[in-house]
């Protein structure tokens, strides 16, 4: 029996709880806990972590939050500078507790070392190198980016290192020295579904603006999701599609962004086609996804590209950008583009659009493919894994 301690500090803080690294831990962890009742974890976090990841408690699993009289907000504010103080209170936990290992969930950012003093192995996950790439739209000055390439480097620190992708696996392997054997790809799951066949009425899609066929997007709103290409691909098709067609961009984008975007598509004379849905319930996400016509998802870079796979679970066609992961893990099962030339997207959406025949053949296979990824399969074989790096 090994003791494992998941170190999910960080995850609990804002800038990543509900976004990727929050989704992925939260949905590892659980499953982890679920399928694993012969060895021991400590779950190490702050005020709030039972809650943060929901887990069904069992004997196996015990808590530690640390400085868990604090307040999350004032923890996350203090994080930085008592760095020092911080991983000394951590390995004096480690020793107490006789771990034999820590699994990091997130690392190799600006504002996150871990430092175990080497009291037992360590195992790091690494997502992506996004800051890193598009450094202009992500780090303050100079400085910002040598810091972030200092706490790249402490991977090297690490005993073993699991990877979202091969693509992710690769670009470390650029900026660090590691033995490739040491670094384990291990694809995410993507959660299942609880879908109702009850009918997702004309009068609901209209509540969101939706009154005619239309093309989604699902995601976030930063530089390098590229969400302007979709209008400018969009405003080339022919009149009769643009006519009959709206642009769905389903999730929260800021006020700034979303002016910018609707400048956008005045300039094309699109006003009225695009809509902005606000937040949207998980349960109408699955139903947009079902009603759409094709995701286009035509981001720059992704360390995996969990949305393809998940309007792929939900029947719907994607046409998606080659490029980093999502090549990688669209394969043959969506249609791909360059994400760098609006002609090429456009062409692809023309494609997805006017083929029917192609369109049901994609949403076919591509759920079928979509089952092999199973948070499941994921736990097990992150488990495995672990049992290795001992």
């Known amino acids: 029996m090994m003791k494992v301690a998941l170190d999910l500090r960080a995850c609990q803080f804002s800038n990543y709880a509900t976004r990727g690294i929050g989704y992925y831990s939260k949905n590892l962890v659980n499953n982890i806990l679920k399928y694993d009742r ?9 005020k709030g972590i039972g809650d943060f990841l929901g887990y069904k408690k069992e004997k196996n699993i015990s808590e530690i939050e640390l400085f868990g009289y604090l307040p999350l907000g004032l923890n996350q504010r203090m994080f930085i500078q008592r760095k020092g ?29 871990l430092e175990v003093g080497r009291v037992c192995k360590l195992v790091r996950i690494f997502y992506d ?3 890193l790439l598009f450094g202009n739209h992500y780090f303050l000055d100079e400085k910002s980016k040598i810091e972030y390439l200092y706490n790249l480097k402490e991977f090297e620190n690490s005993d073993s290192i699991i990877t979202i992708s091969n693509n992710s696996k690769n670009d470390l392997l650029k900026y660090i020295d590691f033995k490739p054997d040491k670094i384990k790809v291990i694809y995410p799951g993507v959660s299942e579904t609880n879908f109702s066949e009850d009918n997702f009425s ?34 080339r098709q022919e009149n009769d599609i643009k006519n009959n067609f709206q642009l769905v961009f389903a999730g ?10 609707k400048a956008l598509a005045q300039k094309h004379d699109l006003g009225n086609k695009v809509i902005f849905t606000g937040f949207v319930p998980d349960q109408d996400i699955i139903h947009l996804y079902r009603n759409a016509v094709a995701l286009v998802y035509p981001s720059l ?5 969990m949305t393809v796979l998940e309007a792929m679970t939900n029947h719907c066609a994607v046409i998606t950008s080659k490029s980093s992961s999502l090549g990688e893990i ?58 290795q790096s001992i």
Not at 255 to 261: A, E, F, S, T
Not at 301 to 305: I, L, R, V
């Open 38 to 46: 012969h060895n021991e974890y400590v779950i190490f976090g702050y």
């Open 85 to 113: 103080i911080e991983s000394t209170y951590f390995n004096y936990w480690l020793k107490r507790r006789k771990i034999d290992l820590v699994l990091s969930f997130l690392s190799g950012d600006g504002q996150v070392k």
């Open 129 to 131: 190198l996004i800051p």
């Open 202 to 235: 004309a009068k609901k899609l209209a509540e969101y603006g939706i009154k005619n066929k239309y093309l989604l997007y699902v995601g976030g709103y930063d530089y390098r999701k590229n969400v302007e290409s979709i209008i400018k691909a969009f405003a």
């Open 252 to 261: 929260d984008a800021g006020q700034p962004q979303k002016d910018k975007l």
């Open 301 to 305: 870079y992704e360390g995996f590209g």
């Open 330 to 387: 669209a394969k043959n099962y969506a249609l791909t583009f360059d994400p760098t030339k609006v002609s090429k997207i456009s062409q692809t959406m023309y494609q997805i659009i006017t083929d029917n025949d192609l369109r049901n053949d994609l949403r076919k296979r591509a759920f079928d493919y979509a089952k092999n990824y199973n948070w499941k399969i994921t736990a097990i074989e992150t488990i495995k894994f672990l049992q």
